[in-house]
């Protein structure tokens, strides 16, 4: 039978039928013969004898063993040893029988007659007292010994003896053990390594150290490491086997926990690795179940619980720390270990014991998780099925796994700083570098690539010095280097080079990273473009530019307009004595108009400084613009060539007809002067409309998405040198040879484009030619064309009302006397405000319409038509200021009009408020 037969069997051993007399005895024999109804055929003396001394009966032929057996226990015994050898079965026996302190073998077989039919029994009984003695001597000792000693029979594949340590190893008995087949107590895994181990032992092998797992009796199994004899020729093995379970659950706790940190080290999800410890945990301590919980802002969040209840996990996943919070809330809000014994009675779980309870856990022990600096991240949790308290094991296992735990939660809290700090670092606007303590570039950011043009790949290896650009010195590369080496942060401005040869202004900061030893290991430096900035920069710059100017400006207003209204008020009268002499009125003429661009000029820097306020009405622009051009064309001299591509969509702007008829004019005006004795000249004027979109706002600095008018005006001129194009649109700046130009015009466009919130940019090439484009806001709006056909304007005469007219110049009062009484009105005049009320209390019957300067001495324009209008509440005013009459926000209501005024326009106003219903 083959030793595969003998393991997978389920056959009990089966006795050896031997004739009796054929057997060998040593030992006293006794033997006899029964015949079917147990009547003796024949009997020994030694059967006689022993029959005497143990019931003390006589035996004679033919009468029946039966009948000469005294204990009851006895007859029934034998009787059925007898009735079974009877039937053809062979039965082996050992026992004492009567009074008898001796043990028999006893062998009870059928015996056969001729024909081959059963007759009767044949009965071998051998002596083996002294036998049995040894025998039982060396099971007293096999039964004291800590370790299982077992004999089996591999042809049967039954162990068929055992010590009493089977019971205290595995919890079966003796009986137990040696009357199911040896291969239903090995573990399935280890079933092809023990039929291979006896294989061995049957070819003469012995075992040293063989380890297999053993069915215990609740089920689980337990590791034994056996040694054992080769077998013998009956094919039996002695062996001997040690309880190694603590040993294998050290070894398995050890490989997991090496496994474990290698899944640290590899940086596997933490999840996955809390999940593995627990397990763990779980395989070390049967029946246990274990969890872990992240602190994160106050609250227990869950980790891992591979053998919870999901139920249970989603019920705590969240849950407020603090005392009294069952057993992890407490020792994460506490720091220190809590041992809960039963979940059902401890108050630290009455808040939440509902949770816990209907999953059947029922004591919990929890050690908080820290950080190597003694930080609480989070609580490992220990639970069992019933209440408990840690053994001495268990107790050390709580605490390693929190130490084990704690590893990961640092490490994913370090992690997931790195995480953030590197997001920071990619996302970040400004160019990020990383070289080591030698220079050689190991990291940039996206940024630096959209700053420098160059990859990553095109520059990790390399030297920054790749970025020089040849506008810092040496010197000021060795001071950095001399800075930096030294242990200190280096901060400057300078300007580098881009991958296409540009160049670009930036702000720097580089500094030392250092080891834990305190050495520089890496440099950092900090890159931010410059380049928006610089063109703020500029822009702030130019308007306090404009704001000085416009100080001035304002300063100067007053006297300036008072001298021209004086001048303008003279050369109306004078006018109108000259109509006799055409070459005088000219002569006045084209003065008056001296005067009056003078007056223009004053407002166009109040107005570039933002010092006059602008008249913005929604204007459709496209009408606007070719209403416009049909005027200026017949300025432009014939020789050039005047061409325009407007575009017929209806485009609406919010802005000031007047303005934007000045940038028009002063544009056409500057490239014709910049036509000047070229060839073939021209002047093209473009209208469309064009799309900003992210990517130009951030390309254009300030210029906002969405829908823009797009005005350029080109010539093929003279062009304008490159170093000369910043300083374009400041006052007073001109190109134009002396006695050509004020140096006004480009700022008056500057600042009529601000002031619609526009965008004007310069493209010009020195001897080529000049491309000025200007970018209005574009609006929604179904605008009129109202301020394209301005009403005809023609003056007006008086019907002899009286004016109080009240001025503290004595020019402006003086010429005013003359032109109001040129127009048919009767003039009363004041010099300051306090007179004027004096003479108003005296003629207030009789004057009409009053005409104000704002600012007096004595009292100003303003309290004098306060007091004047006690007097008479419905009284007329005009003020008149040779200042920014928008500057006069107490005078909102009012009517102001500013020096000098146009007498034309002067005497339609006078007219419509006079002729105005009371």
Same mark, same amino acid.
């Given at each position: ?14 006795? /050896? ?41 006589? !035996? ?42 001796? $043990? ?74 040696? &009357? ?49 004899? +080769? ?42 690795? $809390? ?5 763990? $945990? ?26 919870? %209840? ?14 009294? /919070? ?44 820290? &950080? ?34 704690? !590893? ?47 990859? +990553? ?46 160049? $670009? %202004? ?28 610089? =063109? ?6 130019? &308007?306090?530019? @404009? ?15 008072? @001298? ?13 004595? #000259? ?18 661009? +003078? ?12 010092? *006059? ?62 036509? *000047? ?7 093209? !004027? ?25 005005? &350029? ?116 005049? #004041? ?77 339609? @106003?006078?007219?419509?408020? =006079?002729?105005?219903?009371?």
């Amino acid at each position: 039978m083959s030793i595969e037969t003998v393991i997978h069997s389920d056959a009990s051993p089966s006795a /050896v039928n031997q004739p009796a007399a054929n057997r060998q005895y040593t030992n006293p024999v006794n033997i006899f013969c029964l015949d079917s109804s147990y009547r003796y055929l024949y009997y020994n003396d030694v059967h006689r004898d022993a029959v005497l001394k143990a019931w003390g009966a006589k !035996i004679n032929r033919g009468s029946s063993l039966l009948d000469m057996i005294q204990q009851q226990d006895d007859r029934d015994v034998i009787r059925c040893n007898l009735d079974r050898a009877l039937a053809g079965e062979t039965v082996k026996e050992i026992k004492k029988y009567g009074e008898l302190k001796n $043990y028999w073998e006893t062998l009870y077989s059928p015996m056969y007659d001729p024909d081959g039919q059963i007759a009767g029994v044949n009965v071998v009984s051998t002596n083996i007292t002294e036998q049995k003695k040894k025998e039982e001597k060396l099971q007293n000792s096999i039964d004291i010994s800590p370790g299982l000693i077992a004999i089996a029979n591999i042809e049967s594949g039954y162990f068929i003896e055992c010590n009493q340590a089977v019971t205290s190893m595995l919890g079966h008995t003796v009986e137990e053990f040696t &009357s199911r087949p040896l291969i239903e107590f090995i573990h399935p895994d280890d079933r092809q390594k023990t039929a291979e181990e006896i294989t061995r032992q049957l070819k003469g092998s012995t075992t040293t150290n063989f380890q297999n797992r053993y069915l215990c009796k609740d089920g689980s199994f337990t590791w034994l490491s056996w040694q054992g004899t +080769a077998a013998d020729k009956n094919g039996l093995i002695y062996a001997v086997a040690t309880d190694i379970s603590d040993l294998k659950r050290s070894e398995f706790f050890v490989k997991q926990t090496a496994g474990i940190l290698e899944m640290i080290a590899l940086g596997e999800s933490a999840s996955s690795i $809390y999940d593995a410890i627990a397990l763990m $945990y779980e395989a070390r301590h049967p029946g246990m179940r274990c969890s872990m919980l992240e602190l994160r802002g106050g609250k227990l969040m869950h980790g891992g619980a591979p053998s919870l %209840p999901k139920a249970y996990c989603e019920a705590v996943n969240g849950l407020e720390y603090g005392p009294s /919070v069952g057993s992890c809330g407490t020792s994460t809000f506490t720091g220190k270990r809590v041992l809960v014994e039963d979940i059902a009675t401890d108050e630290k779980w009455a808040k939440i014991k509902h949770v816990a309870l209907p999953h059947g856990l029922r004591c919990c022990w929890s050690e908080p998780i820290k &950080s190597s600096k003694g930080d609480v991240l989070g609580a490992f949790g220990m639970y069992y099925n019933h209440p408990a308290l840690p053994n001495a094991l268990e107790l050390l296992d709580l605490e390693s796994a929190g130490l084990l735990a704690g !590893i990961v939660m640092e490490r994913e809290h370090r992690e997931a700083k790195l995480r953030t700090l590197s997001q920071a670092i990619e996302q970040a606007g400004e160019s990020v570098m990383i070289t080591d303590r030698h220079g050689t570039i190991e990291y940039v950011n996206p940024a630096f690539t959209d700053m420098t043009g160059f990859s +990553a790949e095109e520059v990790l290896g390399n030297n920054p010095r790749m970025l020089k650009s040849g506008n810092q010195s040496d010197e000021y590369y060795t001071q950095l280097w001399q800075t930096i080496s030294k242990g200190e942060i280096w901060n400057s401005k300078l300007i580098d080079q881009r991958k296409d040869g540009s160049h $670009y %202004p930036a702000i720097m900061s580089i500094f030392p990273i250092f080891n834990e030893e305190g050495e520089i290991t890496h440099y950092a430096g900090i890159q931010q473009d410059m380049t928006e900035h610089q =063109l703020l920069e500029e822009q702030f710059r130019q &308007s306090q530019k @404009m704001e000085a100017l416009g100080t001035l400006v304002g300063g100067i207003a007053h006297d300036f307009n008072n @001298m021209l209204a004086g001048m303008t008020g003279n050369i109306y009268l004078a006018k109108r004595h #000259a109509r006799e002499h055409p070459e005088i009125l000219k002569k006045l003429v084209n003065v008056e108009h001296l005067s009056f661009r +003078a007056a223009n000029m004053i407002q166009q820097l109040l107005t570039f400084a933002r010092k *006059e306020r602008v008249s913005m009405k929604h204007i459709p622009f496209t009408a606007f613009i070719k209403e416009t051009l049909k005027l200026l064309h017949s300025s432009v001299p014939e020789n050039i060539v005047f061409s325009q591509d407007i575009c017929t969509d209806r485009l609406i702007i919010n802005g000031d007809g007047t303005m934007i008829h000045q940038i028009l004019l002063n544009l056409i005006n500057n490239a014709c002067d910049a036509l *000047e004795w070229r060839s073939n000249p021209c002047i093209h !004027i473009t209208l469309e409309t064009i799309q900003i979109d992210k990517a130009l706002s951030k390309k254009h600095a300030g210029y906002a998405s969405g829908s823009y008018a797009h005005l &350029s005006v080109k010539d093929n001129g003279s062009g304008i040198p490159k170093d000369n194009i910043e300083h374009l649109f400041e006052p007073f700046f001109s190109t134009k040879d002396p006695g050509k130009g004020t140096g006004l015009g480009l700022a008056m466009v500057f600042g009529a484009v601000e002031s619609h919130h526009g965008h004007i940019e310069v493209e010009s090439i020195e001897d080529e030619g000049t491309d000025i484009h200007i970018y209005l806001p574009l609006i929604h709006s179904e605008a009129g064309d109202d301020l394209l056909h301005p009403e005809e304007q023609t003056g007006d005469t008086g019907e002899g009302e009286t004016i109080l007219l009240v001025d503290d110049q004595s020019e402006v009062r003086n010429t005013g006397r003359e032109v109001l009484e040129s127009l048919n009105y009767r003039i009363l005049i #004041a010099s300051n405000g306090a007179e004027s009320v004096e003479i108003y209390k005296e003629n207030a019957e009789s004057i009409d319409l009053v005409i104000m300067d704002i600012v007096m001495p004595v009292m100003n324009g303003d309290e004098a038509v306060r007091h004047i209008r006690a007097i008479n509440a419905d009284v007329k005013v005009i003020f008149s200021t040779g200042y920014d009459k928008d500057m006069q926000s107490e005078l909102a209501e009012e009517v102001v009009v500013n020096k000098p005024f146009n007498v034309i326009q002067m005497s339609q @106003m006078m007219r419509k408020m =006079l002729t105005k219903q009371a």
